[in-house]
């Protein structure tokens, strides 16, 4: 028994613009309904029992109805069919103009689903079969990131850990006197040291002028006051980071955060940074030795990395859209051309 396709079944709209009020009228209605029968409704596993969806426009706004418009012609649908094991769901689109006769359409269903799964599995199996081996495995160098040297991590105290400078301008040179480093510290045992979590950290960090250049010191200027700093703690327990921008305030000693606040990063943050780091270092290398079908580690997806043809910018890499390495490449150059570099951030 099918079942009911009907417009108590599945909605029309409603519609804002006389323009789409009218084009789905009666005899839009019936030829898309007919066409759910009749080129949907043989693609489902089913047996369907009830079907239930609408059919919408996102131009359906008086700018886009316009005479020579190219979208206000264009639908719409969302469609669920039930059947006694299964939802299945059905999206997709048609063009009421004469000569578009059809609709496109995709099923989403455990058939679907299963069918997707064993492609993917077979594009992965083809891809490793032809990719460049990775030679970095085994490599001593390319070891996981196991947690802080300790040896090397930093200073026991915040006066031997914290760096204040170079400063570009004798303006920030002066200011950074010893009250100034004084009242920096106590900012960082008041305010940043409470939230680390790690046990007796080691500290390693420098204070730097967010805006270090003659044109920002002006007599009025708020800017010759604001510091941007960075800091790591490191202990047994693991690595942990905070940054930020503050204004210094001279007469009463104190320092102050922006609108954006502090970024500080956990354990586990800072795991995943010295991950990624580790992954464009292996990439790095891989294409220093003249690899490039490299399998993207990073993505769910079977994709290999692509990098640019460009001559004079061989490095660049252009990494799948939707993976977390297209935001961290920018500093690949730096890895290729100088191997250790930028190894903290």
């Known amino acids: 028994m099918l079942p009911e396709i009907s417009e108590q079944t599945i909605t029309f709209g409603p519609f804002e613009t006389e323009h789409f009020q009218t084009n789905a009228g009666p005899r839009q209605r019936a030829w898309f309904l007919a066409r759910v029968r009749e080129e949907i ?3 489902l596993t089913g047996p369907a029992q009830s079907v239930e969806g609408r059919v919408f426009s996102h131009y359906d706004k008086p700018r886009h109805v316009g005479p020579h418009s190219v979208v206000k012609n264009y639908y719409l649908f969302e469609l669920l069919f039930t059947s006694v094991d299964e939802v299945e769901k059905v999206t997709g689109s048609f063009d009421s103009r004469e000569g578009h006769e059809g609709v496109s359409f995709t099923v989403e269903n455990r058939a679907s689903a299963i069918r997707a799964v064993a492609a993917s599995k077979r594009a992965l199996k083809e891809l490793c079969a032809t990719a460049d081996p990775d030679i970095t495995l085994g490599d001593p160098r390319f070891a996981d990131w196991t947690g802080p040297d300790l040896a090397t991590a930093g ?16 303006h920030f040179r002066n200011q950074a006197d010893a009250k100034f480093r004084s009242d920096f510290l106590n ?21 730097l002028a967010a805006y270090d250049e003659p044109r920002y010191l002006g007599p009025d200027s708020a800017l010759k006051f604001r510091y941007s700093f960075g800091m790591l703690f490191s202990s047994a327990q693991g690595e942990e980071g905070t940054s930020g921008v503050v204004d210094y305030s001279r ?3 104190t320092f102050s955060t922006g609108k954006q606040g502090l970024v500080c990063n956990n354990f586990a943050d800072r795991k995943s940074y010295h991950d990624r780091r580790l992954t464009e270092e292996r990439i790095a290398f891989r294409y220093r030795q003249g690899q490039r079908k490299i399998l ?14 460009d001559p004079e910018n061989d490095w660049i890499l252009a990494s799948m859209y939707g993976c977390y390495l297209k935001f961290s490449f920018s500093r690949v150059e730096a890895v290729l051309t100088n191997p250790g570099a930028g190894t903290d951030s």
């Open 41 to 43: 409704l043989p693609q």
């Open 155 to 170: 200073a026991k105290t915040l006066e031997e850990g914290i760096v204040f400078g170079p400063f570009a301008t004798d």
């Open 187 to 207: 900012y960082v045992r008041k305010s940043i040291l409470p939230r680390a979590k790690g046990k007796t950290p080691l500290v390693r960090g420098e204070v």
């Open 251 to 253: 007469n009463t000693g």
């Open 296 to 309: 993207c580690p990073t993505c769910r997806q079977p994709h290999l990395l692509k990098f640019s043809d």
